[in-house]
């Protein structure tokens, strides 16, 4: 048994990339994940295998990442989705927290340089607890 130059997807003739691509089970023409091409039967390739970077060991869209860009001559850009904050809340002890309405990844490790916040007055009724101004924040 021969094995096929051809294969059926979406209802036309696709051949396989000779080394971007292999042909699966059933016969249809399969990507390599983490070669760094996409095809457009993976949902992204990154050029890695690495997981929490948007583009999955598997060649899918991670959770809270988008991924574009890529090609059959050019890997995937994956980047986080920017999320909005939820509520923002002082203490009793002037401390504040931040709740964000999607979850959010600290990747790497967080310094008190990484803690700059922009906080801008935007109600005339909270003027007591903001000011407009850059503030550094301490990790402690």
Same mark, same amino acid.
């Given at each position: 048994m021969?094995i096929?130059?051809?294969s ?8 396989c990339h000779?080394?971007?691509?292999y042909?699966g089970?059933?016969?249809h ?12 039967i993976n949902? !992204?390739?990154d050029g /890695?295998t690495d997981?929490? =970077?948007? &583009? $999955?060991p598997?060649?899918?869209?991670e959770?809270?990442?988008? !991924?574009?860009?890529? /090609?059959s001559t050019?890997? =995937?850009k &994956? $980047?986080p ?7 923002l809340?002082?203490?009793e002890? /002037?401390?504040?927290?931040?709740e964000?309405?999607k ?11 990484d803690?700059i916040?922009e906080?801008?007055l935007?109600?005339?009724t909270?003027l007591n607890l903001?000011t407009?101004?850059t503030?550094?924040?301490n990790a402690?």
């Amino acid at each position: 048994m021969s094995i096929p130059t051809k294969s059926l997807l979406d209802r036309y003739c696709v051949p396989c990339h000779p080394t971007a691509m292999y042909y699966g089970p059933s016969g249809h023409c399969l990507e390599k994940c983490g070669d760094g091409l996409n095809f457009g039967i993976n949902e !992204c390739d990154d050029g /890695n295998t690495d997981s929490g =970077d948007g &583009c $999955s060991p598997e060649c899918k869209k991670e959770e809270g990442w988008i !991924c574009s860009g890529g /090609n059959s001559t050019t890997k =995937d850009k &994956c $980047s986080p989705i920017k999320t909005q904050i939820y509520n923002l809340t002082t203490t009793e002890m /002037n401390m504040i927290i931040v709740e964000f309405e999607k979850d959010v990844t600290i990747l790497g490790e967080l310094t008190p340089e990484d803690l700059i916040f922009e906080i801008s007055l935007v109600s005339i009724t909270k003027l007591n607890l903001f000011t407009t101004r850059t503030t550094k924040l301490n990790a402690t």
